[in-house]
C-alpha cells in the first residue's frame, strides 16, 4: 500500500514521559503530515514536514524525516494524560490516505 | 470560521434503507475528501474532489455509494440500499492551496445500519 504506516500499533506510557511513535513510507515525498484523532472525533493536523526539512518543532512536539530511510518519527515531550489519543501520518505521495495509526495512552 | 460542518451528527436506519450524509467545506477551500473509520478497516479514503469534480473514487467500496459535489460550498455522500457492514464513522474534509496540504476534518457521522 501507498500510505504511511504508524508503529508501534500502541503505546502506554506514565505522564512526564517522552512517547515516540514512528511512520514509514514506500515512495518519494514532497511532505508528510501528522494528524492526533481523540476518541470519537475527526483528526486534527499537528505538524507538516517538507523533504527538504529534517526536523520541526512545535510546542511539546518534535518530528523528524529521514527521507533516505522513508521514515518520520513524532515525538512527545513530557507527556500529559491530554495526550491520549491515536496519531496517524500522511504523505503526499498518496494522496493523503492514512495508516492504522499508533493508540497512546498516557496514565496520570 | 466555522470548520467543516457534517450533518447529520448520528444517524441510524435500517438495512435498505437510502442514506444522505452532508458536508459544507471550510468556505475557499477547494479539495473536499470523504473518508470512513472502522475498527476493522481503519481511516479508508472514499473519494475526493478539487474545484467540485471528482478525482479519485478509487476507495468508493461499491456501486451503492456515491459522491456528489453540486457546489464549492456543499458534498454528499449517499449510500443506497444500506446494509448493516456500511455502519460505520464517515468523515469529511477540506483544504485549500493543494490536495496535499494541511486537512481540516469535520466532527463525523456516526452511521448505523440495523
Known amino acids: 500500500s501507498q500510505q504511511g504506516e504508524e508503529d508501534p500499533q500502541a503505546l502506554s506510557i506514565q505522564e512526564g514521559e517522552n512517547a515516540t511513535m514512528n511512520c514509514s513510507y514506500k515512495t518519494s515525498i514532497n511532505n508528510l503530515q501528522w494528524y492526533r484523532q481523540n476518541s470519537g472525533r475527526g483528526l486534527v493536523h499537528l505538524i507538516l514536514?517538507?523533504?527538504?526539512?529534517r526536523e520541526k518543532h512545535s510546542g511539546r512536539l518534535r518530528v523528524t524525516l529521514d527521507t533516505s530511510k522513508k521514515s518520520s518519527s513524532l515525538l512527545i515531550t513530557a507527556s500529559r494524560a491530554a495526550d491520549t489519543a491515536s496519531y496517524f501520518c500522511a504523505t503526499d505521495a498518496n494522496d493523503m490516505r492514512f495508516g492504522a495509526g499508533t493508540r497512546l495512552t498516557v496514565k496520570p | 470560521d466555522a470548520g467543516v460542518i457534517q450533518s447529520p451528527r448520528h444517524e441510524v436506519t435500517e438495512m435498505g434503507q437510502e442514506v444522505t450524509l452532508r458536508c459544507k467545506p471550510i468556505s475557499g477551500h477547494d479539495y473536499l475528501f470523504w473518508y470512513r473509520q472502522t475498527m476493522m478497516r481503519g481511516l479508508e479514503l472514499l473519494i475526493y474532489?478539487?474545484?467540485?469534480?471528482?478525482?479519485?473514487d478509487s476507495g468508493m467500496p461499491e456501486d451503492r455509494f456515491s459522491a456528489k459535489m453540486p457546489n464549492a460550498s456543499f458534498s454528499t455522500l449517499k449510500i443506497q440500499p444500506s446494509e448493516p457492514r456500511d455502519s460505520a464513522v464517515y468523515f469529511c474534509?477540506?483544504?485549500?492551496?493543494?490536495?496535499?496540504?494541511?486537512?481540516?476534518f469535520g466532527s463525523g457521522t456516526q452511521l448505523s445500519v440495523l
Open positions: 474534509a477540506s483544504t485549500g492551496g493543494g490536495s496535499n496540504e494541511k486537512l481540516f
Open positions: 514536514i517538507r523533504s527538504n526539512e
Open positions: 474532489f478539487n474545484n467540485n469534480v471528482p478525482i479519485d
